[in-house]
């Protein structure tokens, strides 16, 4: 049986009708802070939410290609990339961390197949687009602020793991992100050609 969209439960975390696959429907609390709130965290979705998500977005599959251990890994690799996104905006926002100690996430928006016009240059230059595109906007203290996060699949590791890269970035929406990126271009260029050697 394919399952498709219209046996969609109205529940986001109850399984779809003669789903035969056992899924948790347990939800993992993020370490990001929830922007509009005093000391809220993002939820993660559970595997049982995530697996409805895919088929609401269109995903067809049968049941037998797909096993609860997969979506247990699915849910880690998700979770994980979203964690390691967190902490790469915080190295950004720490150039703020005077005007704003405690910034937040306040919304996120998946853009998969709308590419980064960094990402589009660097296609033109022969390396591979992104497989998925997220804009995060936090609140740095009442200023909103989008980041850009481009997601790269890398070569698989000898321990058959298949890394992600993520390139993260404030989107060039304002001279204070310009400065920003400018700033950090700078500083990557410096500690690659005039960093002292041990």
């Known amino acids: 049986m394919t399952l498709n969209y219209s046996q969609m439960p109205a529940s986001p975390n109850e399984p779809l009708p003669d789903q035969s696959i056992t899924l948790s429907k347990k939800r993992q609390v993020s370490t990001i802070p929830r922007g509009g709130t ?53 190295k950004w926002e720490a150039r703020h961390a005077k005007e704003c100690a405690n910034p937040k996430l306040l919304k996120f928006q998946g853009r998969a197949k709308d590419f980064s016009p960094r990402a589009r240059i660097r296609s033109w230059l022969g390396y591979e687009l992104p497989f998925d595109r997220h804009d995060w906007v936090i609140d740095r203290c009442g200023q909103e602020v989008r980041y850009v996060i481009d997601y790269y699949g890398c070569d698989p590791q000898p321990d058959n793991t298949v890394p992600i890269y993520l390139d993260v970035r404030p989107a060039l929406d304002s001279l204070s992100a310009f400065k920003d990126r400018a700033a950090v271009a700078f500083l990557r260029w410096r500690t690659k050609y005039f960093s002292k050697t041990t």
């Not at 290609?65 to 967190?86: F, P, Y």
Request: no cysteine.
């Open 38 to 90: 005093e000391s809220d965290r993002w939820v993660y979705p559970s595997e049982q939410m995530f697996f409805n998500a895919m088929i609401r977005k269109g995903w067809q599959f049968k049941e037998e290609e797909l096993k609860s251990e997969d979506m247990q890994h699915i849910i880690t690799i998700h979770n994980k990339n979203n964690e390691d996104a967190w902490q790469e905006i915080l």
